[in-house]
């Protein structure tokens, strides 16, 4: 599977429903049908639906409706809503589509296969998330390039289906990303640090510029500007996936608070900031010049091991490519 002209012959490709018509869950229903997938969707807003229908997409209201089409269909079912509405859309497929393989788009892993597995759903659920959005939100928002060259992680914790895994990669792949093995809970500590907790500080330094007032507000530029981007997310939003991961953000939270603490303190003390600057500079160049390689000769389910080597291969860059 982890070839690239593997991953294109043989792995299938079946219809899909997506959950969720906001920026990620439209943005995939529009990508996977340039790709040449059918796909359908289903938002409980009104206005979205008829703004998908206007734009030539197949999208529904009716949760059951969409669902049952889906069981018909064995599609691939996308939980695409926010965390606070997962366990209700877990609880419809639970009731009309038990038997579709299901993924997820949520930016916390290890709280959504909680869920799947309290509506019995574990053994045909594989959890996925694309690192790709925007400050934007709704339907309107969507792009069907938003995936283009991102990392989707697809979670290869124990137990799960090689099939199933196969099918939510290859859908990644189709969407133009790379694919990233990962653990659910190790997927979370790793978000935690590089999406969440640049939330909490875009929103602190927000914060930081409004207390300085029209002065300070007129002279941001750059540097502002590119540190509080993602502030201008939906606030519902942000404290949804935050929220979501709770435990690895505290532990992160924590390790910020005590390197400015720090970084106070030296300031303070020596009238210097040269621990903080050069220790960032140098793990900024990390993040830079990190380097990515192909992961090849791991086929799901052809090995015991297959789970744990995948596993291993995205802790240490590897990624699987169209």
Known sequence: MCQPDVVSDAVS?????????????????RAAVAAGRDGWGWNRSTPTVDAARADGFDADTDLATVLRRAADARALIVVAVPMPAVDAALAAIAEHAPDCPITDVVSVKAEV???????????RFVGGHPMAGTSESGWEAGDPELFRDAVWVVSADDGVDPSIWSQVARLALDCGSVVVPAESREHDAAVAR?????????????????????????????????GTRVAGSAPGLVRAMCEGNRSALLTALDETLDV????????????????????????????????????????????????????????????LRP
């Open 260 to 319: 400015l603490n720090r970084a106070r303190a030296e300031l303070a003390d020596r009238g210097t900031l040269a621990e903080l600057v050069e220790s960032g500079h140098g793990a900024r160049l990390r993040y830079e010049n990190r380097e990515r390689w192909t992961i090849t000769g791991i086929e799901p389910g052809t090995t015991e091991d297959w789970r744990e080597r995948m596993r291993d291969a995205g802790r240490r860059g590897g990624v």
């Open 13 to 29: 490709a079946p219809p899909v429903c997506i959950l969720g018509l906001g920026l990620i869950g439209g943005s995939l229903l």
């Open 194 to 226: 590089i999406s969440h907790l640049p939330h909490v500080l875009a929103e602190a330094l927000a914060l930081s510029g409004a207390a300085g007032g029209d002065l300070a507000l007129g002279l941001a530029a750059g540097s502002f500007r590119d």
């Open 113 to 123: 296969a909680a869920a799947v597995a309290r509506h019995g759903l574990q053994d």
